[in-house]
């Protein structure tokens, strides 16, 4: 199963690599990773997904927690949470078929950001499913180049 982690931690070098050692360590798969410094500048956030049974992933946590440059670490797989994900495309694109490929994106609410002679460049946030789909339709005109971020999420609400 893939659990969803936001974990706060200080914002140094070397934190990243102890992080996700930790976790190698155990044998466990890394599915996605993201960091980027917060609100406050001397604190990261990582949104980590990784793939583990129930133990496995307890054991994961626990470990965490016993690190020092770790501050926080929420569960997010079960929370209502905001997740997304950002992707840019570089799609085949013949100026007579360039309108097709436009129009694509302007249905997932996508922006164009790059035009060069035979391709265009896309780029798109959304759900993981909404970017798939997007992949799919997107597939049929020659996809040059893909690059997906991995996912960020944050909990709904208050909290």
Do not use: C, W
Not at 9 to 17: A, F, Q
Not at 47 to 65: R, S, Y
Not at 100 to 115: G, P, S, Y
């Amino acid at each position: 199963m893939n659990y969803l982690l936001s974990v706060l931690v200080e914002n140094k070098p070397g934190v990243l690599s102890r992080v996700t050692g930790l976790i190698s360590r155990r044998g466990f798969n890394i599915e996605s990773l993201t960091v980027a410094p917060t609100e406050d500048e001397s604190l990261s956030r990582m949104t980590i997904i990784v793939e583990a049974d129930e133990v496995g992933f307890e054991q994961i946590t626990k470990q965490l927690h016993k690190l020092v440059s770790v501050y926080k670490i929420s569960d997010l797989t079960y929370e209502e949470a905001v997740e997304r994900e950002l992707v840019l495309f570089k799609v085949q694109s013949s100026p007579e078929r360039r309108h097709e490929v436009i129009e694509i994106a302007n249905v997932f609410r996508a922006k164009v950001v790059d035009v060069g002679k035979n391709t265009l460049t896309i780029e798109a946030t959304g759900t993981a499913s909404k970017l798939d789909a997007m992949e799919d339709l997107f597939r049929s005109y020659g996809i040059k180049q893909l690059t997906r971020t991995g996912k960020i999420a944050m909990s709904r609400g208050a909290q």
